[in-house]
């Protein structure tokens, strides 16, 4: 996942959240990432994932974004610590914090059943030496 972290705009200081690609942002209300600030298109432009070349920028032939304070293109490939402006909206983009998922169950559980096994062979072992 990555995030937005906006920086002017109405919505400053607020991080956003994008989970699913593409993306589109925009001003109308059917787009995921939503700004009513100046300057934005209703439908402005999407990130795309490309899986070998990473996050990519597509910019509405149309509307206009700057990269880095340099105009976008139609496509620009964003990466970490990038700065996007979207008509009078800034942000920077970031890859979002990996969540740390707690396995403790399954391994306690995992370490109960090799003692068991453990116990069933040694109780086994001993049966066959009587």
Avoid at 2 to 23: D, Y
Avoid at 98 to 106: D, G, I, L, Y
């Amino acid at each position: 996942m990555v995030q937005l972290q906006v920086l002017t705009g109405r919505r400053a200081g607020e991080r956003i959240g994008i989970r699913r690609f593409p993306c589109e942002v925009g001003r109308s209300a059917p787009v995921p990432v939503r700004f009513e600030d100046g300057g934005v298109w209703e439908r402005h432009g999407r990130f795309r994932l490309d899986p070998e070349q990473g996050v990519f920028f597509e910019v509405e032939p149309q509307a206009g974004a700057l990269l880095n304070g340099e105009p976008a293109g139609e496509a620009a490939r964003i990466r970490p610590g990038d700065i996007l402006e979207l008509g009078s909206v800034k942000m920077i983009f970031w890859l979002s914090e990996a969540r740390q998922v707690s396995h403790r169950a399954r391994e306690m559980a995992t370490w109960i059943c090799l003692g068991i096994l453990c116990l069933g062979q040694v109780a086994l072992a001993y049966r066959l030496l009587q």
